[in-house]
């Protein structure tokens, strides 16, 4: 009964004490602060929000000092009112002069943990934020790998009430991965899903890889390649279950993804359904993809792609504001897909925001837009736009995101860029079969700010040394064409082969466009100077070629690239035409080239490709000159000489007037372990050169044709190609070559 009692007691005194605080109120009538320093009192009154001649309850007080307290420049503070003043107590936090790291010498890293840091020079030392600052730092390491990293923070105290801060750090071994596992019902072979994680295993050539050591944020972007692979492989209910990460001393982490990839799902039917205020004849062609979807298996990437043909449709068709969603339907059958296309909200660009560029014109941005302000929005013009600034390689990173305009159908584009070095200098050599080379070359891909690439190379190998200055501007005059204009000044010594010297100096100037999608053409002019010696050995012929001079060309190029990428591309194909027509010349001829090159994807580990190569020059008022006789390259016809194939007058290769290859080739980039970073490829090529304008010589009109294996293996040091042919047939004069190889390296 007694203790009941107390309780009682304890209740009415808090009920007391919270009736009488929220009911007391002073007016304060003057305000007196003490123990600022650094901070005035005007500033205070103004964090505080405190208003003389208003009326204080509790409540209010409490806001105060809490408002206080969220600036961080204080570390104690003590309100009370009394006689209508209010009266502040105040403790500063001390001010931080410096921060400085102990173990750490790199200044790009020390920037980055800077940008991290809750506390700042010169800022408010606020004692809790320290631990959150050294998790902040260990999260960081831990990203680079350094799994065992340790960090303490030492505080110096200063007169004036300051600090310093130093932050010890013992970064420790970096945490490699020694084993990478996939368990589970996987259905798909290791060797592959290694190929599509960034985490890889350590070997001793992967000493310059960031991907041997441990990461969080690898490992969570690795279960979401896995995730996106298997489900466009049809494994629509694929689940990545978990992720291991186990570590044994002495020996390294082991890394262990847990898949289960379920049951495979094929596209059941695919079908649009297009409102009924749209014109359904604008998306028949949607058909032809649908029917061949069908018995598919389900692909999120094959998916994508009908959704970007429905996107260049609408672009096409000139039909705006069309949007579309996908619905998905699984069942044992498989998967039904319907896509609902419908007039979305109509809206339009009011303004494009441009961060980020502090050495970058604007206008060199705004220049690669394909949308502007007024334009209706449209994404996928925006993501094009987007890729067109990524393209011009002078930026590390560009984002973008949309906000709300003024009113409700206007958007703002906001568009973030980082730029990065835009200058290069490299420096390269060579080695191989056919004798050594080398290379250097100073490139600037953002002079002025401009986004004009500048490029000065030299190279030099056995048999010629050329020099050149190139300067490229991608959009010249803010017209969407790239505009360049070269210089080239080279000597060749090919007494060995083909019994001449020559010296040349070049100008060309030129431009580029892209006059449909995917369809480019590449127009220019060329003026050059030449100089041709003859050794006392060759023939009369080739003697009449001894000279002087001068010729200025017009050219251009047709190009169709239907590529999926650039870069190893896997199915698609491009077509180039190009011609070039004398103008003034003292020897003219005619120029004329088709090129052929084709991509089907058999498999992920079969790649085909097919290759078909032709030129044909013919002399207008005379013999073509010796020196712009055709020759077949060595990747066109591999396993023979490139210049000791063709026609001969005596000793001398002379080149011929035509030239046709045809190459097939068999890739298989997963042939080897995706460690081994070894592209290997079987080929079959055909080929042949002939023609001459004067018969007097010794010339064979046969095919050429060989076979065999190529590889391109990316070492440490560089580069290393090499093709292993055998001939199959060929004329007397030519000479083969079973063997080659190049190593190189830039620096």
Same mark, same amino acid.
């Given at each position: 009964?007694?203790?009941?009692?107390?309780?009682?007691?304890?209740?009415?005194?808090?009920?007391?004490?919270?009736?009488?605080?929220?009911? +007391?109120?002073?007016?304060?009538?003057?305000?007196?602060?003490?123990?600022?320093?650094?901070?005035?009192?005007?500033?205070?009154?103004?964090?505080?929000?405190?208003?003389? $001649?208003?009326?204080?309850?509790?409540?209010?007080?409490?806001?105060?000092?809490?408002?206080?307290?969220?600036?961080?420049?204080?570390?104690?503070?003590?309100? @009370?009112?009394?006689?209508?003043?209010?009266?502040?107590?105040?403790?500063?936090?001390?001010?931080?002069?410096?921060?400085?790291?102990?173990?750490?010498?790199?200044?790009?890293?020390?920037?980055?943990?800077?940008?991290?840091?809750?506390?700042?020079?010169?800022?408010?030392?606020?004692?809790?934020?320290?631990?959150?600052?050294?998790?902040?730092?260990?999260?960081?390491?831990?990203?680079?790998?350094?799994?065992?990293?340790?960090?303490?923070?030492?505080?110096?105290?200063?007169?004036?009430?300051?600090?310093?801060?130093?932050?010890?750090?013992?970064?420790?071994?970096?945490?490699?991965?020694?084993?990478?596992?996939?368990?589970?019902?996987?259905?798909?072979?290791?060797?592959?899903?290694?190929?599509?994680?960034? @985490?890889?295993?350590?070997? +001793?050539?992967?000493?310059?890889?960031?991907?041997?050591?441990?990461?969080?944020?690898?490992?969570?972007?690795?279960?979401?390649?896995?995730?996106?692979?298997?489900?466009?492989?049809?494994?629509?209910?694929?689940?990545?279950?978990?992720?291991?990460?186990?570590?044994?001393?002495?020996?390294?982490?082991?890394?262990?993804?847990?898949?289960?990839?379920?049951?495979?799902?094929?596209?059941?039917?695919?079908?649009?359904?297009? @409102?009924?205020?749209?014109?359904?004849? /604008?998306?028949?062609?949607?058909?032809?993809?649908?029917?061949?979807?069908?018995?598919?298996? %389900?692909?999120?990437?094959?998916?994508? @792609?009908?959704?970007?043909?429905?996107?260049?449709?609408?672009?096409?068709?000139?039909?705006?504001?069309?949007?579309?969603?996908?619905?998905?339907?699984?069942?044992?059958?498989?998967?039904?897909?319907?896509?609902?296309? +419908?007039?979305?909200?109509?809206?339009?660009?009011?303004?494009?925001?441009?961060?980020?560029?502090?050495?970058?014109?604007?206008?060199?941005?705004?220049?690669?837009?394909?949308?502007?302000?007024?334009?209706?929005?449209?994404?996928?013009?925006?993501?094009?736009?987007?890729?067109?600034?990524?393209?011009?390689?002078?930026?590390?990173?560009?984002?973008?995101?949309?906000?709300?305009?003024?009113?409700?159908?206007?958007?703002?584009?906001?568009?973030?860029?980082?730029?990065?070095?835009?200058?290069?200098?490299?420096?390269?050599?060579?080695?191989?079969?056919?004798?050594?080379?080398?290379?250097?070359?100073?490139?600037?891909?953002?002079?002025?700010?401009?986004?004009?690439?500048?490029?000065?190379?030299?190279?030099?190998?056995?048999?010629?040394?050329?020099?050149?200055?190139?300067?490229?501007?991608?959009?010249?005059?803010?017209?969407?064409?790239?505009?360049?204009?070269?210089?080239?000044?080279?000597?060749?010594?090919?007494?060995?082969?083909?019994?001449?010297?020559?010296?040349?100096?070049?100008?060309?100037?030129?431009?580029?466009?892209?006059?449909?999608?995917?369809?480019?053409?590449?127009?220019?002019?060329?003026? /050059?100077?030449?100089?041709?010696?003859?050794?006392?050995?060759?023939?009369?012929?080739? *003697?009449?070629?001894?000279?002087?001079?001068?010729?200025?060309?017009?050219?251009?190029?047709?190009?169709?690239?239907?590529?999926?990428?650039?870069?190893?591309?896997?199915?698609?194909?491009?077509?180039?035409?190009?011609?070039?027509?004398?103008?003034?010349?003292?020897?003219?001829?005619?120029?004329?080239?088709?090129?052929?090159?084709?991509?089907?994807?058999?498999?992920?580990?079969?790649?085909?490709?097919? *290759?078909?190569?032709?030129?044909?020059?013919?002399?207008?008022?005379?013999?073509?000159? =010796?020196?712009?006789?055709?020759?077949?390259?060595?990747?066109?016809?591999?396993?023979?000489?490139?210049?000791?194939? $063709?026609?001969?007058?005596?000793?001398?290769?002379?080149?011929?007037?035509?030239?046709?290859?045809?190459?097939?080739?068999?890739?298989?980039?997963?042939?080897?372990?995706?460690? %081994?970073?070894?592209?290997?490829?079987?080929?079959?090529?055909?080929?042949?050169?002939?023609?001459?304008?004067?018969?007097?010589?010794?010339?064979?009109?046969?095919?050429?044709?060989?076979?065999?294996?190529?590889?391109?293996?990316?070492?440490?040091?560089?580069? =290393?190609?090499?093709?292993?042919?055998?001939? =199959?047939?060929?004329?007397?004069?030519?000479?083969?070559?079973? +063997?080659?190889?190049?190593?190189?390296?830039?620096?």
């Amino acid at each position: 009964m007694q203790r009941f009692r107390k309780i009682c007691s304890f209740v009415l005194f808090f009920f007391i004490l919270f009736v009488n605080g929220n009911s +007391f109120s002073e007016v304060v009538k003057k305000v007196e602060i003490k123990g600022n320093v650094r901070i005035s009192q005007e500033t205070i009154i103004v964090f505080g929000d405190i208003s003389v $001649g208003k009326d204080y309850t509790i409540s209010d007080v409490n806001s105060l000092i809490k408002k206080l307290y969220d600036t961080s420049f204080f570390s104690d503070i003590s309100v @009370s009112i009394k006689n209508n003043t209010l009266n502040i107590v105040l403790k500063e936090n001390p001010i931080i002069k410096s921060i400085t790291f102990d173990g750490e010498k790199a200044k790009k890293y020390i920037e980055k943990i800077r940008e991290l840091l809750s506390l700042t020079e010169n800022g408010p030392f606020v004692e809790n934020y320290i631990k959150k600052d050294i998790n902040l730092i260990k999260e960081f390491y831990r990203s680079l790998g350094f799994y065992f990293v340790k960090i303490d923070a030492e505080i110096a105290t200063l007169e004036k009430n300051k600090i310093n801060i130093q932050y010890i750090i013992d970064k420790g071994k970096k945490a490699k991965i020694t084993r990478i596992y996939f368990l589970g019902d996987k259905k798909i072979r290791e060797k592959k899903l290694r190929d599509v994680i960034t @985490s890889q295993e350590a070997q +001793f050539w992967k000493f310059i890889s960031r991907n041997v050591y441990l990461s969080k944020e690898r490992i969570e972007l690795d279960k979401r390649l896995l995730k996106n692979y298997y489900r466009n492989k049809g494994y629509y209910e694929v689940d990545v279950k978990s992720t291991n990460v186990e570590y044994s001393e002495g020996e390294g982490f082991v890394l262990t993804y847990n898949i289960n990839a379920g049951k495979r799902y094929k596209f059941n039917k695919i079908f649009a359904n297009i @409102s009924e205020t749209l014109d359904k004849d /604008a998306f028949l062609s949607l058909e032809g993809k649908f029917s061949k979807l069908a018995g598919e298996y %389900y692909s999120q990437r094959k998916l994508k @792609s009908v959704l970007d043909e429905i996107d260049k449709l609408s672009e096409q068709k000139e039909l705006q504001f069309i949007n579309h969603n996908v619905e998905e339907t699984l069942d044992d059958t498989g998967v039904e897909v319907k896509i609902n296309i +419908f007039e979305g909200e109509k809206v339009i660009i009011e303004r494009i925001n441009i961060t980020g560029n502090s050495v970058t014109n604007d206008s060199v941005i705004r220049g690669a837009l394909i949308v502007d302000e007024g334009d209706p929005f449209s994404t996928l013009l925006v993501n094009k736009s987007i890729n067109e600034i990524k393209s011009r390689n002078i930026f590390g990173k560009v984002e973008y995101e949309v906000s709300p305009g003024s009113v409700e159908d206007l958007k703002v584009i906001n568009i973030s860029v980082e730029e990065k070095a835009t200058g290069e200098i490299m420096a390269g050599a060579g080695v191989g079969t056919d004798g050594t080379s080398f290379m250097f070359s100073v490139k600037e891909n953002n002079w002025l700010g401009r986004g004009v690439k500048l490029e000065t190379s030299l190279n030099l190998s056995e048999e010629k040394v050329k020099g050149s200055i190139l300067v490229e501007n991608p959009n010249y005059n803010y017209s969407g064409n790239a505009a360049f204009a070269s210089l080239d000044v080279s000597s060749t010594d090919r007494s060995n082969s083909s019994g001449f010297k020559s010296s040349k100096t070049g100008f060309e100037l030129g431009t580029s466009f892209e006059q449909y999608e995917k369809f480019y053409v590449s127009p220019n002019i060329e003026i /050059a100077f030449e100089d041709i010696e003859v050794d006392d050995t060759a023939s009369t012929a080739v *003697k009449n070629m001894e000279g002087n001079f001068f010729n200025a060309d017009l050219g251009y190029s047709l190009v169709k690239d239907n590529r999926n990428q650039k870069f190893k591309p896997t199915k698609g194909n491009r077509i180039v035409f190009l011609q070039q027509i004398p103008i003034v010349q003292d020897s003219s001829s005619l120029l004329n080239g088709f090129d052929l090159t084709s991509y089907h994807d058999f498999s992920d580990d079969l790649i085909g490709a097919f *290759k078909f190569h032709s030129r044909a020059i013919n002399g207008i008022d005379g013999d073509v000159r =010796l020196t712009e006789r055709l020759y077949l390259p060595r990747s066109r016809l591999r396993g023979f000489n490139t210049y000791k194939v $063709g026609p001969k007058d005596g000793d001398d290769y002379i080149g011929g007037n035509y030239t046709t290859a045809i190459g097939f080739e068999a890739q298989m980039p997963n042939l080897l372990p995706e460690s %081994y970073r070894t592209d290997f490829s079987f080929f079959l090529d055909t080929a042949n050169i002939w023609g001459v304008d004067y018969t007097a010589i010794d010339e064979t009109n046969t095919i050429r044709s060989s076979v065999g294996l190529s590889a391109n293996i990316f070492t440490t040091i560089g580069p =290393l190609s090499f093709t292993m042919a055998q001939d =199959l047939s060929k004329a007397n004069n030519d000479e083969t070559e079973t +063997f080659n190889f190049r190593l190189g390296t830039s620096f």
